[in-house]
């Protein structure tokens, strides 16, 4: 079963407007959730990332939400620009010492100019 | 600054031959290492990770391995490769001294043919 979802494979923006990404976990005892951009045959590039103990993290456009009690978050892109077409994963830190993280499946997002 | 580098970028392989990915790390001392696989359909997955030289963690079972012989060095290898070994192939390091974050290689694309 997975720990971290994300239950939407694509989505497409108009440039200017917001983007949404989404997320949804199951382990309650998270540290940390992270966010990572990912362009076609790249390493991923780590963007954001939220503590379980605050409930929204602000860096320049982009803004990271967290639900505890919905076991939610999310990732808004504000606004949306078209160099921020890529695959954005979600990953969950929890634990000490080795720092794995669990990643979602991504989410393909495409800004349309 | 900590910069990370994996070869070789692209590999395609027969069924059966062995294979070799190298990653190195530079600027950090004992850091964690990881290498992750992106395969279509299943985001990213963790295949092994270290905590230091010789110790190795596998969290997928496969007919890969992993070795740490020095302490910024992290090698996957597989004696016989298999058609579904194909897929992109990532390293990636961690430290205590940069916090919860992991940072990712420019990867590696192996096609087995």
């Known amino acids: 079963d997975q720990q971290v979802k994300q239950n939407s494979p694509s989505l497409s923006v108009q440039e200017g407007r917001i983007s949404i990404l989404n997320c949804d976990y199951t382990?309650?005892?998270?540290?940390?959730f992270l966010w990572y951009k990912k362009y076609p045959a790249e390493g991923p590039t780590f963007l954001i990332s939220?503590?379980?103990?605050?409930d929204k993290n602000e860096d320049g456009r982009f803004t990271v939400f967290l639900n505890k009690s919905a076991k939610h978050l999310s990732l808004h892109i504000v606004p949306s620009q078209p160099g921020d077409s890529a695959v954005y994963f979600c990953?969950?830190?929890?634990?000490?010492?080795?720092?794995?993280?669990?990643f979602g499946k991504g989410t393909k997002l495409s800004v349309i100019p | 600054s900590q910069t990370i580098h994996q070869w070789p970028a692209t590999l395609v392989q027969p069924v059966g031959s062995p294979l070799s990915l190298e990653c190195t790390v530079e600027?950090?001392?004992?850091?964690?290492l990881y290498w992750y696989r992106q395969a279509a359909g299943r985001g990213l997955q963790l295949l092994f990770y270290?905590?230091?030289?010789?110790?190795i963690s596998s969290e997928v079972p496969q007919n890969l391995s992993a070795s740490r012989p020095q302490d910024r060095q992290f090698i996957l290898s597989s004696k016989k490769l298999l058609l579904s070994d194909s897929g992109f192939y990532l390293c990636?390091?961690?430290?205590?001294?940069?916090?919860?974050?992991?940072?990712f290689g420019e990867g590696s694309w192996l096609t087995v043919v």
């Open positions: 990636a390091w961690s430290s205590v001294s940069v916090g919860n974050t992991i940072y």
């Open positions: 382990n309650s005892m998270f540290d940390y």
């Open positions: 939220i503590s379980s103990i605050k």
């Open positions: 990953a969950e830190y929890s634990g000490a010492g080795s720092y794995q993280l669990t």
């Open positions: 600027g950090t001392s004992n850091p964690n």
């Open positions: 270290s905590v230091g030289i010789g110790q």
